[in-house]
């Protein structure tokens, strides 16, 4: 009776914390069960990843059952029965071939698919819509527009184009949505890694001169194709104040963004053009700005 009550009781604790758990970290069950704990991805090269990775975890389960399964079967069928010797099946060769030969087969057709993602997810073209310029530094991050449908961006007067954040928000990077997006990374300092988590993608920030000039090491081109602001941080421990070097990208259309564009040339600052757009209010701590609920669902 005592261990029934017990067993319930343990039962109820469980299931408690099974739903606590799910409420606390913020994702659905569905996020959870069939993303393996991913995002979607807001981008086709994210995309990718994220179907490299179930595909991975998938088969790896596959391998998981199917081991745990001989295990459990062996446990059952020879359990020790006497003190006599068992039969001692040593050299076996085409056990041995086949398990040499499995395994290198997996990893092979892990690397095939793992090369292929990669290589669209590095892929750059020659002419993309938008370049921006990543300039990282402790503990901020600034970011340029270079050019726009090739054509240079500058102010009436040649300025640069430049969002910094200031000590009440942190920088908003506006980008348009379903365009060719390059990004151009340099760190003034120390290494640093510029990473939009829902863009399941990071690249790190390296720091360098050759004859006086900067060096960009690191370049990278991708397509957002949902609206939205995402949080954006620093993924690599850079300082004291590495935990603070966030930034919030805003994907808006691309109308919104050649207006905010020109905005921005007109001397309006960040906010204001932000403003202008209808996109205020903007970031003010390390979380993107309230979503409307459409926009919280990962599934796009
Ligand atoms: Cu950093």
Redesign the pocket.
């Known amino acids: 009776m005592v261990a029934r009550k017990r067993g319930w009781r343990l039962a109820r604790l469980t299931g408690l914390g099974l739903a606590a758990a799910a409420a606390l970290s913020g994702c659905s069950f569905d996020d959870a069960v069939h993303g393996f704990g991913w995002f979607k991805g807001i981008s086709p090269e994210g995309r990718r990843m994220y179907e490299l990775w179930i595909g991975s975890s998938i088969a790896a389960l596959v391998v998981g059952v199917f081991v745990w399964g001989l295990i459990f079967w062996c446990v059952v069928r020879y359990r020790k029965r006497g003190d006599e010797l068992p039969p001692q099946t040593r050299f076996n060769m085409p056990l041995e071939f086949l398990y040499t030969f499995v395994p290198f087969l997996i990893v092979s057709v892990l690397f095939y698919y793992t090369a292929v993602a990669q290589t669209y997810v590095d892929k750059k073209i020659p002419n993309p819509d938008v370049v921006i310029d990543v300039v990282?530094f402790k503990?901020n991050w600034k970011f340029q527009y270079l050019s726009v449908n090739g054509a240079e961006v500058t102010g009436p007067a040649g300025q640069d184009i430049t969002t910094i954040g200031a000590s009440d928000y942190v920088p908003v990077l506006v980008v348009p949505i379903g365009k060719r997006i390059e990004f151009r990374e340099h760190s003034q300092d120390v290494v640093?890694s510029f990473w939009v988590p829902e863009m399941l993608f990071k690249r790190d920030v390296f720091p360098g001169e050759r004859d006086g000039k900067r060096v960009t090491e690191n370049v990278f081109q991708v397509t957002i194709d949902r609206a939205a602001p995402y949080v954006g941080r620093?993924a690599?421990l850079?300082g004291a104040y590495?935990s603070m070097?966030n930034f919030e990208m805003r994907a808006v259309t691309p109308e919104d963004f050649d207006r905010y564009l020109e905005l921005r040339k007109q001397g309006k600052s960040t906010p204001e053009a932000l403003a202008g757009i209808q996109q205020a209010p903007y970031a003010t701590t390390t979380s993107p700005f309230q979503r409307e609920p459409e926009q919280q669902d990962r599934q796009g």
Do not use: D
């Open positions: 990282a503990w640093h620093c690599e850079c590495h070097m």
